[in-house]
């Protein structure tokens, strides 16, 4: 999936998931006249498809060349900073930009009577090219182990650009967004944070959205 970066566990703003294994992902990989055929076969809402208990559905904007930066570097450079107990968010900026790693989303939370229509209507603006660089959504399966899935029927879907520092694109596709008819509240969150298990309630006390988009009437 382009721009998303490695793949360490379900990312969820409000709680953290210790899930370490890597997530899974089915990805389109098509032309766009064959995008309404592979959401047909795959919408989040039904696990029937989903027999190898898939996490994620992606769907990628073909315009645009991201190319994942050095995760390993950044990781080095994480241990490093965690070591000497200096951590801020300042500070994992500049990992994030001393190695490429600048990749983010914003979050949208919908219900499952209500995701398959949803994210259509995200997939379809991103291969179209009229929002970031590629977007995921949060899968229904049988052995579905998720609490926050399994529970009350929430789906996450994540809208990724690649540069968090970049505002005029971030903000670009929140409007974007915006014009589509979200209105709830949006919040962004750079991906290195999820890498580094930056939750709410992490004990750097580091605020785990960069950006948060309210609606204006």
């Not at 047909?40 to 994942?68: F, G, R």
């Amino acid at each position: 999936m382009a721009c998303g970066g490695p793949n360490r566990g379900l990312e969820w703003e409000e709680e953290e998931d210790d899930d370490d294994d890597e997530e899974t992902f089915t990805s389109f990989e098509g032309k766009p006249e064959e995008l309404g055929k592979f959401l047909d076969e795959h919408k989040p809402s039904d696990p029937a498809w989903n027999i190898e208990n898939t996490q994620w559905v992606s769907v990628s904007n073909p315009l645009d060349n991201q190319e994942y930066g050095d995760f390993d570097k950044a990781f080095d450079m994480w241990e490093d900073l965690e070591s000497s107990r200096r951590v801020t968010a300042k500070r994992i900026e500049e990992i994030a930009l001393a190695t490429k790693s600048t990749s983010g989303k914003w979050m949208i939370f919908r219900h499952r009577r209500i995701i398959d229509e949803t994210w259509k209507m995200v997939a379809e603006a991103t291969v179209a090219g009229k929002l970031g660089c590629s977007a995921k959504v949060a899968t229904t399966y049988e052995s579905d182990t998720n609490k926050r899935n399994k529970d009350i029927g929430q789906h996450l879907i994540c809208v990724y650009t690649g540069n968090f520092a970049d505002k005029d694109d971030v903000w670009r596709v929140e409007k974007a967004l915006r014009s589509m008819g979200f209105t709830d509240i949006l919040k962004y969150k750079p991906n290195i944070y999820t890498w580094f298990k930056i939750y709410i309630g992490n004990k750097y006390k580091i605020k785990p959205s960069l950006y948060t988009s309210r609606h204006k009437e």
